[in-house]
């Protein structure tokens, strides 16, 4: 167990400063000191406060197991999931400071209202997968699929979200850019091998791919360790760069007639990939 | 208990030496710069037989030191430095890459200069427009970066070509020669590793199994993709010791090669 300041009946205590408010401006952080028993996660300490100090505080979790996505939060400013981060992990002899996602409307305490995510993901089409094969199903094969279930690990946590400075920052951006989150759903569903949907004018146009500029720090704070930036996000932008950037597939769309896929246009046909 | 009152998005909460990475690396890219600059004009202690350094490969001016080629591409009336006429192509190639990307991003722009740091700036369009919009050629840059391995491969092979007594060659292997082929493997790991070439052999395939080939170059540069950032700094970093070897032993700095000829 992680020592920290004074003990309390031979368990440690533990000292936490913990954002408080419903709204940035007048919110603050205020410390509590609770009990801390070995193992403990912040989550853990956070139901301690609620139990010995703040009844009031607002947490939101669902499976204390790292699965759904419900408990991220910065912790000592990096966004972590509470559930996930033992406080035995934390340095010692300081504070643990606890703070909700910067990016989205803090509705209560660490809660916060995440449904610009839920907004962007309506816009993105469903898969559209190709026709049925003459047998009557549909076929692929195991290393396709190995690429896009990668991005299925996703448990929408949304702290790649959180951490995207283009948003994070910039809040006038959110119309204009959707995030890691729903490139790595973009690329999931535009490398998958039976969809037939063109996501790439989507991805450039409407969901502002062009703004991200490859920082990391999406990757850096998955939970799932999707490698988001560069099985997702670059590869992405490879595909529009042949779409709209690359100068000798402009020639050759001009010299045999073709045009750039228009947003959401049926990927042509190739009956011998099938 | 008293509430401190500030909006969370002005303020660092991290308490680790977030940063020392944006750091090390702005101090490492611009001592390499300068020092790219300075011996890219210098025109001389570039070459000390049979070591060519990188930042002169290929050497095809009238005034080179050691013809890569046999003979000279431009002739006698480029009185400049040989090494102008490459620099460009390694430069762009790094300038656009997507690893380097974040570095400098970082680094220098500070947009973020760590996670969870604010952008140092209030605006922020990323690469949707000029110039960072020009970053979408960065494959276009890699094709003279193959090319480049291949001629600094073939400066190795010359490299175990020692000078005899009687105006012949004879096999042999130097410290020189040691350096410059960790530098060409590191490079080629680098430039072999990139996103784009990732792509371009395989990525751009939605399926796979009609193309086994691009999914096995896919599936191999995608293990060596997995350490671009490593390698990028690496050779950044070899490319100039290399270079600094050289011009130290044509210099007379360090007195002698170590070398073993047989």
């Given at each position: 167990m992680?020592?920290?300041?004074?003990?309390?009946?031979?368990?440690?205590?533990?000292t936490?400063?913990?954002?408080?408010?419903?709204?940035?401006?007048?919110?603050?952080?205020?410390?509590?000191?609770?009990?801390?028993?070995?193992g403990?996660?912040?989550?853990?300490?956070?139901?301690?406060?609620?139990?010995?100090?703040?009844?009031?505080?607002?947490?939101?979790?669902?499976?204390?197991?790292?699965?759904?996505?419900?408990?991220?939060?910065?912790?000592?400013?990096?966004?972590?999931?509470m559930?996930m981060?033992?406080?035995?992990?934390?340095?010692?002899g300081?504070?643990?400071?606890?703070?909700?996602?910067?990016?989205?409307?803090?509705?209560?305490?660490?809660?916060?209202?995440?449904?610009?995510?839920?907004?962007?993901?309506?816009?993105?089409?469903?898969?559209?997968?190709?026709?049925?094969?003459?047998?009557?199903?549909?076929?692929m094969?195991?290393?396709?699929?190995?690429?896009?279930?990668?991005?299925?690990?996703?448990?929408?946590?949304f702290?790649?979200?959180?951490?995207?400075?283009?948003?994070?920052?910039?809040?006038?951006?959110?119309?204009?850019?959707?995030?890691?989150?729903?490139?790595?759903?973009?690329a999931?569903?535009?490398?998958?091998p039976?969809?037939?949907?063109?996501?790439?004018?989507?991805?450039?146009?409407k969901?502002?791919?062009?703004?991200c500029?490859?920082?990391?720090?999406?990757?850096?704070?998955?939970?799932?360790?999707?490698?988001?930036?560069?099985?997702?996000?670059?590869?992405?932008?490879?595909?529009v760069?042949?779409?709209?950037?690359?100068?000798?597939?402009?020639?050759?769309?001009r010299?045999?007639?073709?045009?750039?896929?228009?947003?959401?246009?049926?990927?042509?046909?190739?009956?011998?990939?099938? | 208990?008293?509430?401190?009152?500030?909006?969370?998005?002005?303020?660092?909460?991290?308490?680790?030496?977030?940063?020392?990475?944006?750091?090390?690396?702005?101090?490492?890219?611009?001592?390499?710069?300068?020092?790219?600059?300075?011996?890219?004009v210098?025109?001389?202690?570039?070459?000390?037989?049979?070591?060519?350094?990188?930042?002169?490969?290929?050497?095809?001016?009238?005034?080179?030191?050691?013809?890569?080629?046999?003979?000279?591409?431009?002739?006698?009336?480029?009185?400049?430095?040989?090494?102008?006429?490459?620099?460009?192509?390694?430069?762009?190639?790094?300038?656009?890459?997507?690893?380097?990307r974040?570095?400098?991003?970082r680094?220098?722009?500070?947009?973020?200069?760590?996670?969870?740091?604010?952008?140092?700036?209030?605006?922020?369009?990323?690469?949707?427009?000029?110039?960072?919009?020009?970053?979408?050629?960065?494959?276009?840059?890699?094709?003279?970066?193959?090319?480049?391995?291949?001629?600094?491969?073939?400066?190795?092979?010359?490299?175990?070509?020692?000078?005899?007594?009687?105006?012949?060659?004879?096999?042999?292997?130097?410290?020189?020669?040691?350096?410059?082929?960790?530098?060409?493997?590191?490079?080629?790991?680098?430039?072999?590793?990139?996103?784009?070439?990732?792509?371009?052999?395989?990525?751009?395939?939605?399926?796979?199994?009609?193309?086994?080939?691009?999914?096995?170059?896919?599936?191999?540069?995608?293990?060596?993709?997995?350490?671009h950032?490593?390698?990028?700094?690496?050779?950044?970093?070899?490319?100039?010791?290399?270079?600094?070897?050289?011009?130290?032993?044509?210099?007379?700095?360090?007195?002698?090669?170590?070398?073993?000829?047989?």
């Amino acid at each position: 167990m992680t020592a920290r300041s004074g003990s309390n009946g031979g368990a440690r205590d533990v000292t936490v400063r913990v954002w408080r408010g419903e709204d940035r401006a007048s919110g603050g952080f205020v410390q509590y000191d609770v009990p801390a028993d070995p193992g403990m996660v912040v989550l853990d300490v956070m139901f301690r406060v609620q139990a010995l100090r703040a009844p009031d505080l607002a947490v939101r979790w669902n499976c204390k197991a790292g699965k759904c996505g419900s408990c991220s939060a910065e912790i000592n400013g990096r966004p972590k999931l509470m559930c996930m981060t033992r406080v035995s992990s934390l340095p010692e002899g300081e504070p643990i400071t606890i703070a909700p996602m910067a990016t989205f409307p803090v509705i209560k305490d660490l809660v916060t209202d995440v449904s610009y995510n839920y907004e962007k993901a309506k816009t993105i089409p469903a898969f559209r997968p190709a026709p049925l094969e003459p047998d009557g199903t549909r076929r692929m094969y195991q290393e396709e699929v190995d690429r896009v279930q990668e991005f299925r690990k996703c448990i929408e946590c949304f702290m790649c979200q959180n951490v995207c400075h283009v948003i994070r920052d910039h809040e006038e951006n959110k119309e204009a850019f959707s995030g890691p989150r729903f490139f790595v759903r973009l690329a999931e569903l535009e490398m998958h091998p039976l969809d037939t949907h063109d996501r790439i004018e989507l991805t450039r146009a409407k969901h502002g791919l062009g703004f991200c500029n490859i920082t990391k720090c999406c990757t850096e704070v998955c939970p799932e360790s999707i490698h988001i930036t560069d099985n997702a996000i670059i590869p992405l932008k490879e595909r529009v760069v042949t779409e709209f950037y690359d100068p000798l597939a402009w020639a050759k769309r001009r010299l045999f007639g073709q045009r750039p896929r228009q947003l959401g246009e049926k990927e042509p046909a190739a009956p011998s990939d099938r | 208990m008293a509430a401190t009152a500030a909006p969370l998005r002005q303020r660092v909460l991290r308490r680790d030496i977030w940063w020392l990475e944006p750091a090390a690396l702005a101090v490492l890219f611009a001592v390499f710069v300068v020092y790219s600059a300075v011996v890219g004009v210098a025109n001389e202690h570039y070459y000390y037989g049979p070591y060519l350094s990188p930042f002169y490969s290929p050497c095809i001016t009238a005034n080179c030191a050691h013809f890569t080629f046999g003979v000279p591409i431009i002739g006698e009336w480029w009185n400049l430095a040989p090494a102008i006429w490459i620099v460009a192509f390694p430069l762009a190639f790094r300038a656009t890459c997507y690893y380097y990307r974040k570095a400098y991003y970082r680094s220098y722009f500070w947009s973020p200069a760590a996670c969870s740091v604010p952008d140092a700036r209030a605006k922020y369009g990323g690469e949707t427009k000029f110039p960072f919009v020009m970053q979408n050629i960065h494959r276009y840059t890699w094709y003279p970066a193959v090319a480049l391995v291949f001629i600094l491969s073939y400066d190795v092979i010359l490299a175990f070509r020692f000078p005899t007594a009687s105006g012949g060659a004879a096999f042999g292997i130097g410290l020189g020669t040691l350096l410059m082929l960790a530098n060409v493997v590191l490079i080629g790991l680098y430039t072999f590793s990139c996103h784009a070439c990732r792509y371009l052999f395989g990525g751009r395939h939605d399926r796979f199994h009609t193309r086994p080939l691009a999914y096995r170059l896919w599936s191999l540069i995608s293990v060596l993709n997995g350490r671009h950032g490593q390698y990028a700094i690496l050779s950044l970093i070899s490319v100039g010791l290399t270079d600094l070897y050289i011009r130290l032993l044509s210099m007379g700095v360090i007195p002698f090669d170590p070398r073993i000829v047989f």
